[in-house]
């Protein structure tokens, strides 16, 4: 098959880690007969240099006619003091808004490879896992396209108050629902809807909208959690969770709070569609490594490429329905963890001389391409 690849790589570390995914899709249409096509694309802090926008039209409508969008990462200091508008962070929005992304998927499991990189304690971590064992693997389900991001917003009393609204329809908490359910029945059949129902009205209507939805997947036991306690319960028992599901300002926290958990916000991929029907290849959806653009450590070969790669590997399965692909890049990534290399952000410092050696973003990308090919 071939397939069309929208690629944005941005501003600060987003052209590096994006390369070596690019390499790693290459190995994949190479071993299984696939052609992937790319069209490079500007938009945030470079858009906002070459065309005086961080999203421009053209960016948009280009990337509307691709099979998916790889995204690495927008922004940096250059751009900080610009207007709300004009920050390169609204290029993320736009596009999200734009191709109607509204689901975004964000995995955060402990790998066995990285457990010492975990900040919770062992005996901590087992007390949650129903098998004991210190680990734990969860999805959070964020919602994308609504809520207090894209609510009405302003300023009044001469700039002296502001407000930022919350606003959520059934239809659209109908459909982010839909998208987590169909995720958990694939996992460990457990979905967990986190609002602030006991203040906002918005969440009673999530609850409402969840209490209709769950009656048509009775195999997903369904509960609910404040998103108080739920940060709490994050680093108190991670391992009680499964799928996640929650608003747009709710889910961008959280998935911050989780992705520490696993050690690294390096390692970690997401997901951002409009539909998702297991077994069945998707609509256009949007693919990006959780970091940010890390400015601190552009260009200097140190950024871990694995969040990005995992991200191919998500596209593989979401948007392409390649399972056999996405599990293939997946065990590549595993082998080469397996096999010691590091990059910084998740070397151990106290690991036993010879078991770990520290690579760049090249080697990193270099040895999972090399992985891919030999298995
Ligand atoms: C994320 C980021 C973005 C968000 C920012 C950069 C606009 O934090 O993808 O989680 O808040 O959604
Ligand atoms: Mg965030």
Excluded at 43 to 56: C, F, N, R, T, V
Excluded at 228 to 245: S, W, Y
Excluded at 290 to 302: E, N
Aim: hydrophobic share 40%.
């Amino acid at each position: 098959m071939n397939y069309s690849i929208a690629l944005v790589p941005g501003d600060g570390i987003g052209p590096e880690v994006i390369a070596p995914a690019t390499e790693v899709l290459d190995a994949v249409g190479d071993l299984y007969g696939h052609v992937f096509h790319y069209v490079e694309l500007e938009a945030g802090g470079k858009a906002i240099d070459s065309w005086g926008e961080p999203l421009p039209r053209a960016t948009l409508d280009a990337a509307k006619q691709c099979d998916a969008l790889l995204l690495g990462a927008v922004g940096g200091p250059k751009w900080e003091t610009l207007p709300g508008h004009l920050r390169p962070e609204r290029a993320l929005l736009g596009l999200r808004a734009g191709l109607g992304v509204f689901a975004n998927l964000r995995p955060a499991a402990l790998l066995p490879q990285l457990k010492d990189a975990c900040p919770i304690k062992d005996e901590v971590l087992r007390a949650s896992n129903p098998q004991g064992k210190p680990h734990f693997d969860l999805l959070i389900v964020r919602e994308l396209t609504g809520g207090i991001y894209f609510g009405e917003r302003g300023r009044e009393n001469e700039g002296k108050s502001a407000f930022d609204t919350e606003t959520y329809s059934w239809e659209e908490i109908e459909r982010v629902l839909r998208i987590g359910y169909r995720a958990a029945g694939l996992r460990r059949k457990r979905l967990c809807v986190v609002d602030k129902a006991n203040v906002l009205e918005s969440s009673r209507l999530w609850r409402e909208v969840a209490s209709v939805v769950a009656q048509e997947y009775p195999e997903i036991e369904t509960s609910y959690l404040y998103v108080d306690n739920c940060a709490m319960q994050l680093i108190r028992a991670p391992g009680q969770f499964d799928v996640i599901l929650t608003s747009n300002l709710f889910g961008d926290i959280l998935s911050d709070e989780a992705s520490v958990l696993t050690g690294s916000i390096g390692m970690l991929p997401s997901a951002s569609l409009s539909d998702f029907v297991p077994g069945h290849k998707g609509p256009m959806g949007m693919y990006e490594p959780i970091h940010g653009s890390a400015p601190d450590i552009a260009g200097k070969d140190l950024a871990n490429p694995l969040g990005t790669i995992l991200s191919v590997g998500m596209m593989l399965r979401y948007s392409f329905n390649l399972e056999q692909e996405a599990a293939a890049v997946e065990a590549a990534v595993q082998a080469v963890l397996d096999s010691g290399l590091r990059t910084k952000d998740i070397l151990n410092r106290n690991a036993l001389p010879g078991t770990e050696k520290l690579v760049g973003t090249k080697a990193m990308g270099e040895a999972v391409y090399t992985a891919l090919l030999k298995a």
